[in-house]
């Protein structure tokens, strides 16, 4: 098993900046892949990014340019800065560890999950 605690949510104004961190304990490996999942009310939760054991980042269209993913292996930590952000870009944020290989957008390929951190983005 796989414990994620997501932090650093909370409420901006438009335009602004928040970096959420995800730490992993238990049987985390550095080989294993990390994602960052959102959900607003209402809606199905969506892919924002993920980052692969080798570092390489991706995201979705809606985030690009935008946002950035970054992680500490040493530290079991995978971090999402947000910039710029839009009151669209409210929603519980979510970190997911995926064990398969590659790029992978589906919450279906993620295993374990955090409980999620509420960000607020005011126009």
């Known amino acids: 098993q796989v414990q994620l605690v997501e932090s650093g949510g909370g409420s901006v104004q438009a335009g602004g900046s928040l970096r959420l961190s995800c730490v992993a304990s238990?049987?985390?490996?550095?080989?294993?892949?990390m994602g960052w999942f959102r959900q607003a009310p209402g809606k199905e939760r969506e892919f924002v990014g993920g980052?692969?054991?080798?570092?390489?980042?991706y995201f979705a269209d809606s985030v690009k340019d935008r946002f950035t993913i970054s992680r500490e292996n040493a530290k079991n930590t995978m971090y999402l800065q947000m910039n710029s952000l839009k009151p669209d870009d409210t929603a519980v944020y979510f970190c997911?560890?995926?064990?398969?290989?590659?790029?992978?957008?589906?919450?279906?390929?993620?295993?374990?999950w955090g409980q999620g951190t509420q960000v607020t983005v005011s126009a």
């Open positions: 997911a560890v995926s064990r398969a290989t590659g790029e992978r957008y589906s919450h279906a390929a993620y295993e374990y």
């Open positions: 238990g049987r985390m490996h550095s080989r294993f892949n």
């Open positions: 980052v692969l054991n080798s570092g390489w980042t």
